[in-house]
């Protein structure tokens, strides 16, 4: 059993930046991920970051503006979030899981954490 919990979030003006931080009881071998859930709509990716930190996936819509890391010595993730803009607004969910047949099954979640970013 893995215990995720978030910290970081908030609110922040367009063009902001914000950093969100997520502590596991235990990192093992497993692939990292952060989601985001805006209201009305379903669950989306936004990045993920495989067991040993040397590869890293993002959404489109994220590119180039949120930079996921792992410190693996404090079984820690993080996810900075430069040049946000209004439709960053979200609750954000650190999640984590092994890789299965290729893919990463995310069955450990933290608890949402709201990031909201005002025009």
């Known amino acids: 059993q893995v215990q995720l919990v978030q910290s970081g979030g908030g609110l922040v003006q367009a063009g902001g930046s914000l950093r969100l931080s997520c502590a596991a009881s235990a990192f093992s071998n497993y692939t990292m991920g952060w989601f985001r859930q805006a209201l009305g709509k379903e669950r989306e990716f936004v990045a993920a970051?495989?067991?040993?930190?040397?590869?890293?996936n993002y959404a489109a819509s994220v590119k180039g503006r949120f930079r996921i890391s792992r410190d693996s010595a404090k079984n820690m993730v993080h996810l900075q979030m430069n040049s946000l803009k209004p439709e960053d607004t979200a609750i954000y969910y650190c999640?984590?899981?092994?890789?299965?047949?290729?893919?990463?099954?995310?069955?450990?979640w933290g608890q949402g954490t709201q990031v909201t970013v005002s025009s």
């Open positions: 999640a984590a899981g092994p890789i299965v047949t290729g893919t990463p099954r995310y069955n450990y």
């Open positions: 970051i495989s067991s040993g930190g040397g590869i890293t």
